[in-house]
């Protein structure tokens, strides 16, 4: 089938070598465009390399790209997390190791980081949106939360291209809510994680298929339904 993937351009990735894994294809569609805060960058930067985290969580593949090249020895000192082995293999290609979260979803960061999260500084750069659940679990857990938005999302408000496309993804509760399509053309709608799925049923979209929050865990829940 012929996959239409919701992602920024700068996050495509791998993609297409993780269809053709599981006998699809795919093409990107960008529903919204990331404008970088080039500022902030420096001043979370700036900080990281001071020593004044003790971890960096990575909760996507573009703070990963933007943030760790800028890193010196000291602020790569700091533990750092990435959400998903793709974020992680961003942060990997600069020659820098880091943790992978068990699971797909931030919110499950600290109880991976269990007891060693009190009195810790944590740094998330990340995407100018607010995600309360997670600020609130590090306090609750006894961290110390320093989140700087290095990047906005921008809806693009244009029709995505699916002509020819079977499926389409939503990698993202955004991207599904940014999207501009045909509702009423037969496509197959697909949810990369629990947390999409409840946006999109919150707004008249029952998905067929739910993924773990990993593109692989989709393809595999797609062929599970269709039996590709």
């Known amino acids: 089938m012929l996959i239409a993937i919701t ?6 990735g791998k993609d ?5 894994k599981y006998g699809h294809e795919c093409r990107t569609v960008s529903p919204m465009k990331a404008e970088l805060y080039p500022e902030n960058i420096r001043n979370f930067v700036a900080k990281a390399n001071s020593g004044a985290f003790d971890c960096i969580f990575f909760t996507s593949a573009l703070p990963a790209q933007s ?3 800028l890193l010196d020895d000291t602020g790569r000192k700091a533990r750092l997390v990435a959400i998903g082995p793709q974020t992680a293999k961003t942060v990997k290609s600069f020659g820098v190791e880091c943790e992978t979260l068990t699971s797909f ?3 499950d960061f600290t109880s991976y980081l269990g007891d060693w999260i009190k009195g810790k500084n944590i740094g998330i750069p990340r995407a100018d949106v607010p995600n309360p659940s997670l600020m609130e679990g590090i306090k609750n857990a006894g961290g110390v939360v320093f989140e700087t938005p290095i990047y906005a999302l921008i809806p693009s408000k244009e029709p995505l291209d699916l002509s020819g496309c079977d499926v389409i993804l939503f990698t993202s509760a955004n991207s599904f809510t940014y999207s501009v399509w045909d509702r009423t053309k037969p496509i197959i709608a697909a949810a990369i994680g629990e947390v999409t799925a409840k946006r999109m049923r919150d707004d008249g979209i ?6 773990d929050g990993s593109l692989e865990g989709t393809l595999k829940a797609l062929n599970g339904v269709y039996g590709n």
């Open 7 to 12: 992602r920024l351009k700068e996050k495509s």
């Open 16 to 20: 297409n070598e993780m269809c053709r």
């Open 67 to 69: 943030i760790t090249p």
């Open 105 to 107: 979803y931030s919110n």
């Open 206 to 211: 029952t998905p067929s298929v739910v993924g």
